[in-house]
Nanobody
Framework: VDLVESGGGSVQPGGSLRLSCAASGITFSFATMVWYRQAPGNRRRELVASIKSGTNITYTDSVAGRFTLSKDNAKNTLYLQMNDFITEDTAVYCC?????WGQGKQVTVTG
């Protein structure tokens, strides 16, 4: 199993980025997939968004209306479109199917 994230980087408040998570070795179409983030100095991971049964998408309150999770089963890829950034969104973002984890991508909101 391999989960490889791409995207991320530095962005100004109010800006946008998209993260991608390319999956292999799992039955992606039916998998529950999630995005977590871990902010600097915080030992706890925060569940940002999840998709279950292919269509049931939920978001944590702090990103609802700003972040959008989507999934392309043909490409085995999970996405997280992030808009209207605030400084509190600065974190390492990881995708997971709860058994396997990506390496994480840094998103820094600055300026």
């Amino acid at each position: 199993v391999d989960l490889v994230e791409s995207g991320g980087g530095s962005v100004q408040p109010g800006g946008s980025l998209r993260l991608s998570c390319a999956a292999s070795g799992i039955t992606f179409s039916f998998a529950t997939m999630v995005w977590y983030r871990q902010a600097p100095g915080n030992r706890r991971r925060e569940l940002v968004a999840s998709i279950k049964s292919g269509t049931n998408i939920t978001y944590t309150d702090s990103v609802a209306g700003r972040f959008t999770l989507s999934k392309d089963n043909a490409k085995n890829t999970l996405y997280l479109q992030m808009n209207d950034f605030i400084t509190e969104d600065t974190a390492v973002y990881c995708c997971s199917d709860y058994d396997w984890w990506g390496q994480g991508k840094q998103v820094t909101v600055t300026g």
